[in-house]
């Protein structure tokens, strides 16, 4: 199981619905309730850079985080299994 979203890069555990969920409605292993439920991409036309750019805005916002911290946070997130291609 991953530890962390596999699409935002967001730790599991401070997932408020402790993943997503998949077409069947079982929990996802691999992405977190933001980002994936159903079994599709909440966005699923979203570039991974607009994807750095929402969760930095997010974290900023919600969590009153400095954006250049936010940017550290999220430089991982190209590497996740989503972006990979």
Same mark, same amino acid.
């Given at each position: ?5 596999? $699409?935002?890069?967001?730790?599991l +555990?401070?997932?408020?619905? %402790? ?8 929990? $996802? ?8 439920? +159903? ?14 750019a ?5 974290? %900023?916002? +919600? ?23």
């Amino acid at each position: 199981m991953a530890k962390t979203c596999q $699409s935002c890069g967001m730790p599991l +555990n401070k997932d408020p619905a %402790h993943g997503g969920s998949e077409a069947d409605g079982t929990k $996802s292993a691999k992405f977190c309730s933001f980002c994936y439920q +159903n079994g599709t991409f909440t966005a699923p036309d979203i570039t991974v850079q607009e994807m750095q750019a929402l969760c930095i805005k997010m974290m %900023h916002q +919600n969590m009153k985080m400095p954006r250049p911290v936010g940017w550290l946070l999220t430089r991982s997130i190209p590497r996740l299994e989503r972006w990979r291609s």
